[in-house]
């Protein structure tokens, strides 16, 4: 049998296992599908392949950013695939008409606080759970892109406006600096500024912030318009990208690779617990997996339920810090 010391030291050690996975788990797990990935194909780790993945997550990347905010906060945010595919179209209606690619990237990003600005008022003022009023813009922001757009596609007129998804500096693609820029953005001011202090209080305990004297509606709608100010960006680069948005199928699907990317990233559902740092290494697990099913020829009906499979163990695995 242990002594009271050996006792000590085991519950020490232990708490020091549970606080190492808790803080790191997601940087272990992305490390190990990286060698998962280098040895299964020899082409993984070239280059051109690396900085492919990086592209190719860029745009859900600057989503979840978003979307961890939000979740931080204890809300969630199902109208982001809609919202973009209804901004991305208004920006290029707005360059189409003025030839001016500020003024698309200025519309964008009003069109987008603006309905980030609905979604908090509906949810503090109106009370309606989140789950609820995104969903509704959800349905509101396809409906209406598709009746603008006729159920088709938008094309845009400006030849410049590709240069914001297909140029690139040194070698590296500007889609890719964006969202490295809009990770640290996010990082500093979730972790440096009283805003972010104010996020994971809310999200922690909403009643206890009240009483804190927090004004909980305001973070909120704060919260909201920055999360859709950030699918308004990513709506840019992918109709830059495309230099078309399609009504039926832009955005489709992007608020469940948001959500897995913050939730394996190790932000909790229920709010007030998570980490920046984490979802973008959960942004670049999803996209590691993706290339690793692409370069397997894994057929690409079975990808969504690798996904969904990565997404309960990551629940779990939550569930037991």
């Known amino acids: 049998m242990m002594n009271q010391t050996e006792v000590k030291v085991t519950r020490k050690m232990g708490g020091k296992v549970s606080w190492i996975w808790a803080e790191y788990s997601v940087a272990v797990a992305f490390l190990v599908i990286v060698i998962l990935a280098a040895l299964a194909d020899s082409s993984f780790l070239t280059y051109t392949n690396l900085t492919n993945i990086l592209r190719q997550v860029s745009i859900i990347g600057i989503i979840s950013l978003g979307m961890t905010v939000v979740m931080l906060s204890g809300g969630i945010d199902l109208s982001v695939g809609a919202v973009l595919a209804f901004v991305g179209g208004v920006a290029l209606l707005a360059l189409n008409g003025t030839e001016s690619v500020l003024l698309a990237l200025v519309t964008a990003l009003l069109c987008g606080a603006l309905i980030g600005f609905l979604n908090g008022v509906m949810i503090t003022k109106g ?3 989140s789950f609820i009023a995104t969903l509704g813009v959800m349905a509101g922001a396809r409906s209406l892109i598709l009746y603008i757009a006729d159920g088709g596609s938008i094309s845009g007129e400006v030849e410049t ?26 990082y500093l001011l979730m972790h440096k500024t009283r805003f972010g202090r104010y996020v994971y ?21 704060g919260v909201y318009m920055l999360c859709s100010s950030f699918v308004a960006l990513a709506a840019v680069v992918e109709s830059s990208r495309l230099n078309s948005i399609s009504s039926a199928s832009s955005g489709l699907a992007y608020e469940l690779d948001a959500i897995a990317a913050v939730i394996i990233g190790g932000t909790r559902m229920s709010g007030g617990r998570g980490k920046v740092i984490g979802t973008f290494f959960g942004v670049l697990i999803l996209g590691i997996l993706n290339n690793m099913m692409n370069l397997l020829n894994v057929s690409p009906y079975l990808q969504g339920l690798v996904k969904g499979l990565i997404i309960i163990i990551a629940v779990l695995l939550q569930k037991k810090d």
């Open 201 to 221: 209080a809310i999200g922690s305990n909403e009643r206890a912030a009240l009483l804190s004297a927090i004004r909980v509606d305001r973070v909120k709608i």
């Open 161 to 186: 406006y590709t240069m914001i998804a297909n140029e690139d500096v040194l070698g590296i693609s500007y889609p890719i600096i964006i969202f490295l820029a809009a990770t640290l953005l996010v």
């Open 127 to 129: 009370k309606i759970a």
